[in-house]
C-alpha cells in the first residue's frame, strides 16, 4: 500500500478529551423566562441556563494536561518565587521587552498603563480600542481614537489584514494634536473589536517608522498574539513557512511594550502583564502595580497562575494547535457565509462576527440590532453571544449616544472547548434566527450604569 502524500481535507482537533464538562439542556420555556429575567442582557444570564457560550473567549479556553501539571509546581512564595521567573521567561522568550509587570487580567495593565501615561488633553491612537481599553484610556480624560484602514470597516471588504493601521491617519494625527499629546501608540493584534482581523507585519513596520519620525512609544495589545502570527505566516508575502514563535519576535521587536490578557491565546483562565523597555516608564508602572495588583513578582496572580500561563505560551505558538483553531473558526463562519447570513468577511481568528445591521435593516442601530439578534439566538438556542456595536459603543464620554461604526453580534470561540458537533448546533441555530429575522424587534435601555454600560445594563423589547 502507497500512502498518498495529499493532505487530508479534514482538520481534526489535536486532542482527545480528558475530563468531560456535562451541559445542562435547557427547555424552549425556561430560556425565555431566563432572559426577560436578565433584562434581555445575555451578560445578566446564569451560565447554567446558556447551552452553547459563546459569550467569549476570555478565560474560557480548556487548560491542558501538562497545564494541569504545572499548576502543581506552584510555588506560593510571596516574593521571587520560581514560577515567577518560569513565567517572566517564558514571556521574554516570544515578547524580549526589558520590564515584565504581571497584573490579574488584561485591563489591569491597561488601568496601570494609562494612569501613568494619560491625561486630559491627551490622544491615544489604536487600531480599534477594545472595550476596556477604551474605557482606561477616557478615564483618565484622555481621547481614544480609532484609525483602523477603511477596508477595516467594511464587513464585506475581503483584506488580508483588515487589522491595519491607517498610517496616513496616525501621521495627521500627530500633525493635527501634536506628538507632545500622543503619550503612546497602541495596535491591537488581532484587533478583536474590528472582527478579530489581522495585523501585517509591512503595516507594523510602516506604523514603527512613523512612530521613530516623531519619537512616539509604540505598545502592542497584544491578546491574539499568535493568532495573528498564524495569519501572517498565511497571508503575508515572504512569510510562508516561518516558524511563528519567530514571526511573534519580530512583531515584539518592532514594539517598545505591550499589554496582554493571559486569558486569550496565552489559553489560561486568568492572567494578564505589562512590558515594556523604558525603564522610568517601568518603575511608574510598578509603583501603581504594588498599589493595586501586588508585588511585581507575582502582580495579582497565584504562582499556579504564572505556571499555567507559562505553559500555555509554549502550546500557544504549536503549528499544529493553530491550524486547527482558526480553521475551526473559519469552519463556522463559512458555514453561515453559505447560509446567506451576513458575516465580516475573511473570517477573523477567535470569532464569526455577526453583520447584524444588514441581517435586521428594519431595527435601526438605536434600537439596537445587535442587542436583538443576541437575545434571538439565546432564545432559539441557548446560544448566548455578545453584541459588539451601538450598545457597546454608543455611549460618548459626553453623554450623547450616538451609532456605533457597526452593529455586530460576536460568536466567540472558546479555545479547545467546543467540538465540531457543537458548532454544527450553532450553526443550525442561526439558520432558525434567520427563518425569524422579520419577526425580530429593537429594544430601549431601561437601565444603563455610567460606564461600560453593556456589562450591565437591562432592556425592555420595542412594539
Ligand atoms: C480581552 C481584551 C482586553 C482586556 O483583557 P481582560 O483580561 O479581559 O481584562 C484588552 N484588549 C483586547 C483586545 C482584549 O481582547
New binding site residues.
Partial sequence: MTVSPQPFRTVIEPFRIHAVEPLRMVTPGHRRRAITDAGYNVFNLRAEDVLIDLLTD??TGAMSRDQWAAIQHGDESYAGSPSWYLFRDAVTELFPFRHIIPTH????A?KILFSVLGGPGKFVPNNTH?D??RANVESTRAEAVDLVIAEGRDPRHRHPFKGNLDVAALEALVKRVGAENIPVVMV?VTN?SGGGQPVSLANLREVRQVCTRYGLPLFL?A??FAENAWFIREREEGQAGRDVADIVRDMASLADGM?M?A??DPLANIG?WLACNDDDLAEACRSVLILTEGFPTYGGLAGRDLEAIAQGLHEAVSHEYLRYRIRSTAYLGEALDRLGIPVILPIGGHAVYIDAGSFLPHIPPLEYPGQALAVALYEAGGVRSSEIGSVMFGRRPDGTEQPASMELVRLAIPRRTYTQSHIDYVIEVCERARADAAQLRGLKIVYEPRQLRHFTARFEPLG
Fill in positions: 476570555s478565560g487580567q488584561g485591563r489591569a491597561e477594545f476596556t481599553t491591537t478583536n495589545d491578546c491574539r499589554t490578557s486569558k486569550k494578564g
